[in-house]
């Protein structure tokens, strides 16, 4: 064997085991540890508006016109299944909804829990963004009411290391969305 034939045959060698290693590198990375990832993008926001507390609540609470309201974000929503605790003091409701957003649309069951007047939490249970939840209290201030939103964003798989790029994109929707929700509700009578 000559001189070239050698270091041919060693450089071939070299480049199939590296191949097989980075594979095998790879494939440990997607089933243990890049799919299972998940990153949470927490977002706080305090907004006021001169609406009722219980006009501004009962809107935000209705779901079935989340469509109206939002209709280029929230396409339909479903009710599942509602529950009103004895004395009727905690009412959740289970709802299906599809969502779109900058055309992906996903679809995603919700669990909604409403204590009139006060407080509603969002909890995304099934759908890509599964364990998201959104907590909101309502609060009379002098000529309106103070809604302060705490949202913990869930971002599975693949992209989950990127969520931080997505933080201050997510803090303008929702006030886009609450911005959206306060117009219909002085709209409506």
Known sequence: MDKLTKIITVYVFCILFSMTGVTIYHNHLLNNDIIHTETIIG?????????????IFTIMTNMKDYPKILPNNILNVNIINEIESKGGSVKTTFTEEKISERGVIVEVIAKHEVVPFHYHKIEIMEGD????????????????????????????GILAPFGFLATSNLESALNSALTAFIEYAKLTK
């Open 129 to 156: 963004a599964k364990g998201t939840i959104i907590e909101q209290k309502f609060e009379d201030i002098e000529n309106g009411t103070k809604i302060i939103t705490e949202a913990k964003v869930h971002i599975n």
């Open 43 to 55: 977002i706080s926001l305090i907004k006021t508006t001169d609406l009722p507390r219980e006009k």
